[in-house]
């Protein structure tokens, strides 16, 4: 059975400065369904998600596949599709999690902080100013 992170940020916050990882799936509350990258590294919402590790960064988390830890998740800017890609830049693909409710959080880019993890067409995950709350499950 998967446990649910009951104090996700705490968790996080534990490993300290140094840089550590801890595995999740990122579910949508409303759909019930989980991130996960499709054939092209687009991220979108499936039935069965995929397992994201958060790696403590500079500013925040990266967030990276657990499939292909070498690819992370990366902004290319308002209304685009959020995408798994290498090491281009530390600042797109810096995140962090803000609390909104017991157990969701948004997922805050910490380069520009208008900007949050949302649900876009066809299921796709892209990067807006709407702040859409997530549930991250410890794997």
Same mark, same amino acid.
């Given at each position: 059975?998967?446990?649910?992170?009951?104090?996700? &940020?705490?968790? =996080? #916050?534990? $490993?300290?400065?140094?840089?550590?990882?801890?595995?999740?799936? *990122?579910?949508?509350?409303?759909?019930? #369904?989980? !991130?996960?990258?499709?054939?092209?590294?687009?991220?979108?919402?499936? $039935?069965?998600?995929?397992? !994201? &590790?958060?790696?403590?960064?500079?500013?925040?988390?990266? &967030?990276?596949?657990?499939?292909?830890?070498? =690819?992370?998740? *990366?902004?290319?800017?308002?209304?685009?599709? =959020?995408?798994?890609?290498? @090491? *281009?830049?530390? #600042? @797109?693909?810096? !995140?962090?999690?803000?609390?909104?409710?017991?157990?969701?959080?948004?997922?805050? #880019? $910490?380069?520009?902080?208008?900007?949050?993890?949302? &649900?876009?067409?066809?299921?796709?995950? *892209?990067?807006?100013?709407?702040?859409?709350? !997530?549930?991250?499950?410890?794997?």
């Amino acid at each position: 059975m998967h446990r649910l992170c009951t104090d996700f &940020i705490s968790t =996080l #916050l534990a $490993v300290g400065s140094s840089q550590q990882q801890k595995t999740y799936t *990122i579910r949508d509350p409303k759909s019930k #369904l989980y !991130w996960a990258a499709d054939k092209t590294n687009h991220i979108g919402l499936q $039935v069965t998600g995929a397992k !994201w &590790i958060l790696t403590t960064a500079p500013g925040g988390f990266t &967030i990276s596949s657990s499939n292909n830890p070498d =690819l992370y998740v *990366i902004y290319k800017g308002n209304g685009n599709l =959020l995408t798994l890609e290498g @090491n *281009i830049s530390q #600042l @797109n693909q810096e !995140w962090i999690f803000v609390p909104s409710k017991t157990n969701e959080h948004a997922i805050q #880019l $910490v380069q520009h902080s208008n900007q949050f993890a949302n &649900i876009g067409n066809n299921g796709f995950i *892209i990067a807006s100013t709407k702040q859409l709350e !997530w549930i991250f499950e410890e794997k």
